[in-house]
């Protein structure tokens, strides 16, 4: 009896140890989950600790920007300094701190890459972190996808990303926002809705502002051509505001053509070009930046931009298209950067604006009429190397006074200086072998003791 009583205590002992077991396992595993939770969590130790470095790092990226921009805001009060020298400084200031930092220019400002974050500074020094593009938050904001036409409503197809068209809906909108579905814009087919032509190329005249996501990578053929013989298009005529983003490779023949309330733009360096007509007749332009990495302003770029009286050149650009800034008429603060090779026919005709403008080393052509009836140059140098100065490349110049033509030069070409009746004494350096008939036809007085034959070329005095 006492044996089976010892037993049945036992027995008790046991189911009372296996319950604190299970109840301690629970118990751990309950502890464990928190501490799982603890550390791999939103919130956990782990994401923290990896927010903390992040935050960090920004920490050091934007105090490191903080002392370049410091910097040159003292270097620019004691040197006024060009935009591109500003540029080159911040980037040789941030490279101290991270060897693949970038400086471009922005508009009147710049955009500083730096430890994987961008920071835009402004023309008065302030600085602002960019954040990066997030396609859900973008599309938050963005309009209905129901408003544009598509090439494609197949997720899995090329065209499912690029915009063609537009429905009566989005003249609800007076800024419009692409979804970051977009990846191109053209224009190329109205909305099949049974009203006329007219009222269909009007839908997009609300628009006032157009905000196209990061993901898009093309502007296309007339994408926002308005009137002109554009029949298929759209009317952009109210269009004060567009940002073209960085990754944009491709400006297409007309594209802004004609939208004359556009009052400055800024064409992204990763597109190669600035697209043919692209901004051809858009007269409310006043300002155009165009930024390091692209390479060519295509002819007829910025034809007509009457407006226009600042545009910022960068030093990757290799070649002035022709016609690219004819009839530009109040166009008056211009560098020609070192690296540009070819001056297109009629680049800079009629930019009676201009006053000064210097003619960089690296230029190996100058063609036709480039500065033809430039009334208000006053000034020009040709730096050395350039060996010829076209046809008619300066004629019409009425008010120029003061002309530097290098040694490098051999060939003058008919009618180079022709008209040039402000040009009291025009040296001309014994370099130069051949000089056409009507070279300098109406300049007053020519200094020239070379070996061409046939003076005076049109001259009216020559000593």
Known sequence: MEKNKSIKMLRKEKGITLIALVITIIVLLI?????????????GILNKAAEGRQESVKGQAKDEVSLAVNNLMIEDKLKNLTQEQKRTMLENDVKKYKEDSTVEISGTGFLIKHRGYEFEVSNTFQIVEKEPFVAEKWDEKAASEDVFIWQSDDSSNAGYGIVIGYNAGVQNYSTLRYPSRCTEVQNSR???DGQST?????????IKEIELPDTVTKIGKGAFYSHGDNLFGYFFDTLKKINIPNGVTSIGENAFRECTELTSIIIPGSATSTGA??????????????????????YNSFEGCTGVTNVTIPSSITEIGNNAFLRCTRLNNLVIPEGVTSIGNSAFSDCIGIENITIPGSVKTILTEAFKNCTGLKKVTILEGITEIYYSVFSGCTGLTSVTIPNSVITIRNGAFGECTSLNDLKVPESVTSIEDGAFYGVPHITYNGTATGSPWGATAIN
Do not use: H, P
Request: charged share 15%; hydrophobic share 40%.
């Open 190 to 192: 109205l909305a099949n």
């Open 31 to 43: 502890l464990a989950g928190i501490s799982i939770a603890m550390l791999t969590g939103q919130n």
């Open 198 to 206: 007219e009222t269909i190329r009007s839908y997009t005249k609300n």
């Open 277 to 298: 007509y692209a901004f051809k007749d858009c007269t409310g332009l006043t300002n155009i930046t165009i930024l390091d990495g692209v390479t060519s302003i295509t």
